[in-house]
Every structure is written in structure tokens, then in C-alpha cells.
């Protein structure tokens, strides 16, 4: 290091002084003024492709959970239990309230309809990537009547109150109570699992255990109603995640089509 530092070569600015000074700034100056334009074009370029990316991760953070990088790394998430539980399932999915009402609506107009639209449609894009066959439902579809599938699970939302929990429940008067009560588990636990939340049974009502859409479907149809929070206490998460609430909902459907009591349900009725 001392060497190359003691050595000058004939290039360094030390050997240039005196009287060469005014020439070589003079004939340095119209070749300064050449590189000028390339070294502004230089830094246009590098400022360019910062504010291009500050502009990524502003939409990428403004858009959360359900935003073009957020479903690109869920894209990515490598979930090989899903196809397992769900190629081939049919699932029907109810949209809470829609093509009825809104559901609650807050004073700020949040509303729970839109709500659980958004965690739907989360849903159905993973359930469908999954290979199972997805039907969207409408709060009083027509289709509801003798509807059978693999399993139904209807998405709601409570009202805008500062309280934070969510609950799920299975019809009162199933004609399969041991399985659905599987159902109901596996939903619950996958969804505390994802959210956070914790379960509320304190309010479910008869809104839930003696939901109108249960006593419609074919009697060997599991079905669970699933209230996936306040509007109020939960919306930072089910409003501004609903990516997350849809993931604990169809993990809880994993649980429950990959189970191993899955394995046992016969597929066909047996032989006289
Ligand atoms: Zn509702």
C-alpha cells in the first residue's frame, strides 16, 4: 500500500502545474461541456428507475392484500395440500347479501356486502387454481334449492360496532350433525389460525343456526355460515385484508375435504 501510494504516474494530477494549467483547463473545458449531456442523461436515468420504483411500492402498498403484488406472492405460495383436498370438489360459495341487500352499513359507508364480496372473490380465485369447481352464489339464489356439493360455506359480516371476534355455525336441525360439527371445527381453527381473531360465541344468533339458506340445501350437503368479523372492531381485517380472511376460510375447507374422515364418506351408495 506505502508503494503505490509513493508512486506517482505520469497521469496523475500531480504532475500537472504551473503554466500547462490554463491550456489544460481550456482544452478540457469543450470536452467537460460534451460529457455534460451524458452524465444528465446518466442521472435522469438512475432518477427514473428510483421514482419507477417508489411507484411499485407505493401501488403495491396501497393496494394490501389484494393488491397486483400481494396476489402475484400468493400466486407464488406453494400450497400442495390444496389440490389434494379440492381438485374436483364442488364448493358452493355464498356472497353475503348480494343480489338481496347490502347488509350493515356504516355511518362512513362501509358496508357489509362489498365486504364479503372482496373475501369471496379471494376465495374462489384459490379454490379454483386448486382445481375445485366454485359455485357463486347470491344470498337467495334459486340454486340454493336441493344444492349439492362437497360443501357450502356462506360469508357474512357483523355490524360496525367496536367489537372483534368471529363466529361460525352449522344448521340447528342437521340431519349430519357430527359432520358438519367437522366443518364448523375446521373453519374455526384455520380461521383464529390466519386472522387472529378470536371466536365470539357470545353472538351467534338464530340469523346463523337457523340460517334460511340451510333448510334449502340437499340434506348431505355440509354447510357452515361463517361471520368473519365486525365491520367495525375487525375492518383492518377484513377490510383491509381480505385476502387473509379468504385464506383462513379455504384453509379451513382443506382441513375439512383433506381430513382423513374425508377419506372414509363413501362415494356411491352401497348395494342393497
Ligand atoms: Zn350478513
Known amino acids: 500500500m506505502a508503494k503505490k501510494a ?4 505520469p497521469n496523475s494530477k500531480s504532475t500537472r502545474s504551473g503554466a500547462q494549467k490554463p491550456a489544460d483547463s481550456q482544452a478540457a473545458a469543450p470536452r467537460a461541456k460534451g460529457r455534460q449531456p451524458d452524465r444528465g442523461l446518466e442521472r435522469r436515468v438512475i432518477l427514473l428507475f428510483l421514482l419507477l420504483l417508489g411507484v411499485v411500492a407505493a401501488v403495491a402498498w396501497a393496494g394490501g392484500d389484494s393488491g397486483p403484488a400481494a396476489l402475484w406472492l400468493s400466486d407464488m405460495g406453494n ?25 350493515a352499513i356504516c355511518d362512513d359507508g362501509r358496508q357489509e356486502a362489498e365486504t364479503v364480496a372482496a373475501i369471496v372473490h379471494h376465495m374462489e380465485r384459490r379454490l379454483s387454481r386448486a382445481g375445485a369447481q366454485v359455485d357463486l352464489l347470491d344470498e337467495y339464489d334459486p340454486r340454493l334449492i336441493n344444492y349439492a356439493a362437497d360443501a357450502l360455506v356462506s ?17 340447528e336441525l342437521s340431519a349430519m350433525p357430527a359432520e358438519e360439527d367437522r366443518l364448523v371445527r375446521c373453519l374455526s381453527d384455520s380461521y383464529a389460525a390466519a386472522t387472529g381473531l378470536p371466536f365470539d360465541a ?11 339458506a340451510f333448510r334449502k340445501l340437499a340434506l348431505d350437503t355440509p354447510a357452515a355460515i361463517v361471520e368473519t368479523g365486525f365491520l367495525g372492531g375487525d375492518w383492518q381485517l377484513i377490510g383491509r385484508r381480505p385476502a387473509v380472511a379468504a385464506d383462513g376460510i379455504v384453509d379451513g375447507l382443506v382441513c375439512f375435504l383433506g ?14
Open 6 to 9: 509513493a508512486a506517482p504516474t
Open 79 to 103: 400450497r400442495p395440500a390444496d389440490r389434494a383436498a379440492l381438485d374436483g370438489r364442488r364448493i358452493g360459495v355464498i356472497s353475503g347479501h348480494r343480489g338481496h341487500d347490502s347488509g
Open 155 to 171: 360469508v357474512h359480516a357483523d355490524s360496525c360496532i367496536e367489537r372483534s371476534g368471529f363466529k361460525i355455525a352449522r344448521w
Open 202 to 212: 357470545d353472538t351467534i344468533t338464530e340469523d346463523m343456526t337457523l340460517y334460511h
Open 259 to 272: 381430513g382423513p374422515a374425508a377419506l372414509n364418506i363413501p362415494t356411491a351408495p352401497s348395494q342393497p
